[in-house]
């Protein structure tokens, strides 16, 4: 196999000029293909790229993530536009359970509570206080929003309750409580 010069065995040869008036070549030298004169061939396109196969795991993960997204943020503009949040649960204890002295069928429960507010905003905490018997709930009273009004972000709020109980459920037995509290 040889090799012959661009333009052909009378192509431009070492020391002489080329023949269409260009530059000159040294020895060994040929020009490149783009200033050989022979312009674009169909040669000299590029192959197709095969196609590459993608894991049917790698497309299924791709597809959940996509939806999720889209799932996810329709709901939190829905949320948004509609005013209203998820309620998120917020810590609270009791902190004291007192039954006070009155006279008749039922006896009056003192609940103290407190509730935490540990988010990065301010919240309106809803609370339900629960007075037990062992493990038995005797008697339930919300706690209005307004008696705890707006907790400010990282804050603890006190608060307390009385619930009326039948004499004849506490006979003899002293109260507890439980307190669930959400934002």
Known sequence: MTFEAPGGPGGPRAGRPDPSGGERFEDGDA????????????????????????????????VVVAVTLVLGTAGSTLVIVLGGSSPQALPA?????????????????RVAFQVE??????????????????????????????????????????????ADVGRTVLAGVRPGASVACHS
């Open 31 to 62: 020009a490149p293909w783009w200033e050989d004169h022979r312009g674009w061939n169909a040669d000299d396109a590029w192959a197709p790229f095969p196609r590459r196969r993608r894991s049917k795991f790698l497309q299924l993960t791709g």
């Open 93 to 109: 204890e009791v902190a004291s359970v007192v039954p006070l002295p009155a006279a008749g069928a039922s006896v009056p429960v």
């Open 117 to 162: 507010n540990p988010t990065g905003g301010s919240v309106r905490p809803a609370c339900t206080v629960s007075v037990l018997r062992g493990d038995q709930v005797v008697a339930t009273v919300p706690v209005r929003a307004s008696s705890l009004g707006e907790m400010a972000a990282r804050t603890l709020a006190a608060d307390q309750v009385v």
